[in-house]
DNA sequence: AAGGGGCATTAACTTAGGTTAATTAGGGGC
DNA sequence: GCCCCTAATTAACCTAAGTTAATGCCCCTT
């Protein structure tokens, strides 16, 4: 991961990249439009979501400070990204086109490795919320994220959490209030 | 896909790997055990497999010819594989130790964009199933396996299918009997 | 043709999440 | 301090999945 901030850097740096502000409820890049650049976030918050046609709302994934916000299928196979990417906290984020990634990795092959490495932490990262999902009851979700993740735990609202671990808020304060009764 | 199986078949034939052959019920690898192999199928179908400590069962996903099993944990970051890997029918499989894999890519630069290539088309698979999960009800991942993937849905037993779906059998039973009352 | 084994279906009951709406709690602004 | 706005909780009811077990179906064997 850290190598890929490296990299990362030295983007930004040769291309005077600026950096740039947003607030809670800005949005980073849209559901359904092509976005290809990555987001490092320096500061702040950001959720991913999918929006259905019906309006329900679903939380992909939280991302913080150091980490790399962006749709995979917008930057790799330049499709619409299927879903959005919304502040949660004010942030401070600089905006890379991907093909300028590219085109400096082109020119420096170890940098393929790092790009490899990046790409297999962000997998490994999947095949947890696959197991998850697969495995977990909501129950125990929760507990999961709330003893894994402390430190974005805290920064949530309980409806964002409800709608990450894939339940409604209302479902979400039932588990709370059965585990205080079991505790 | 195709460029890394032309990667794959290069590997084998330089080492001689032979063919193997298992039957159903067989287990390709275990769960818990480390397994730097990377297994290319080429024929049969095999599934991955969770293995709770009470005895249940989930089915992580369904390989059929051309793909490639393997246990990312294991083979990348040197960790036992969190699932075991199934046949459910007869196969045949090369076993490719992964570090002969990046040994023969070192010297060959520009195969780690076909690696690279791999891992992003498994990452789009496992964004796609992220979102069924998140987004989805069990009766439309159903409908969304039948109609994506009939070639592996006519393989497989309704048991499997719904261990793959993260339901019970008898829930899967009991979603086809709905269906067919409303259609 | 009869029996047996393995799945799938059905049934009966329990549990937990979805839905909608009312109520409560907490924080910020004035 | 009071009001308002928002978020969280609670309630009541509905629906769907889990669980266990019985039944039915199909195919294979003998």
Not at 112 to 117: F, G, T, Y
Request: with cysteine.
């Amino acid at each position: 991961m850290d190598k890929y901030q490296q990299l990362l850097s030295n983007v930004a740096e040769r291309n005077n990249l600026p950096t740039l502000s947003y607030k809670p409820g800005d949005i980073l890049f849209h559901q359904g439009v092509l976005e290809p650049r990555l987001f490092w976030i320096k500061s702040g918050l950001v959720k991913l979501v999918f929006i259905q046609p019906d309006g329900k709302e679903f939380v992909k994934a939280f991302l913080a400070e150091n980490d790399i916000s962006g749709s995979l299928m917008s930057v790799i196979f330049e499709k619409p990204s299927p879903y959005a990417c919304y502040c949660i906290e004010p942030c401070e984020v600089i905006a890379m086109p991907y093909s300028k990634v590219r085109e400096w990795s082109e020119k420096t092959p170890q940098l393929k490795d790092v790009e490899l490495e990046y790409m297999q932490q962000l997998t490994a990262r999947k095949e947890e919320r696959e197991y998850q999902f697969l495995c977990l009851t909501p129950e125990e979700r929760y507990k999961s994220f709330k003893s894994g993740y402390p430190h974005i735990f805290k920064r949530i609202s309980q409806a964002e959490l409800a709608l990450f671990l894939g339940i409604t808020p209302v479902a979400l304060s039932r588990i709370k209030t059965r585990l205080k009764a079991t505790a």
